[in-house]
């Protein structure tokens, strides 16, 4: 046995590069998500903290709860579509990945699960 023949070839090596690229966009997705559900949980604690200070706390256009749920939102819906994306970009690649499996669907998944629990506590408080 020579050693070339052991050696990966180029078309190989062309979906290993095509599959790790797709797993380095979706942690990307996941760091912008998981970023924007915890600014949004955030800036509602704080917010809250201080409102529990002070006797009155001014309303602007949002309140802070409203803009915690709209950046959890915001990262659950482009985490959302970034993982279907994903899911469906790869889909082609699967018979000839040998049965790998993306760590960062996994991941994704899990930062769902994580900012839904943040989502609906945030909207069942007052």
């Known amino acids: 046995m020579s050693s070339a023949s052991q050696l990966p070839s180029s078309n190989e ?6 599959w790790l690229a797709h797993e380095r966009t979706l942690m990307a997705w996941v760091r912008t998500a998981t970023s924007m559900i915890s600014f ?12 529990e200070k002070a006797e009155s706390a001014r309303r602007g ?19 959302l579509v970034a993982t279907i994306s994903h899911r469906r970009e790869v889909r ?5 990945l040998h049965g790998k499996s993306s760590l960062a669907e996994v991941l994704a998944w899990i930062v769902s699960a994580f900012g839904s629990v943040v989502f609906v506590s945030t909207l069942l408080r007052n």
């Open 61 to 79: 256009l949002f309140s802070p709860r409203d803009f915690a749920l709209f950046m959890v939102g915001i990262g659950l819906v482009s985490l």
């Open 40 to 51: 949004g949980f955030t800036i509602y604690k704080f917010f809250q903290f201080e409102a």
């Open 92 to 96: 082609s690649l699967r018979k000839t």
């Open 13 to 18: 090596l062309a979906i290993e590069r095509t």
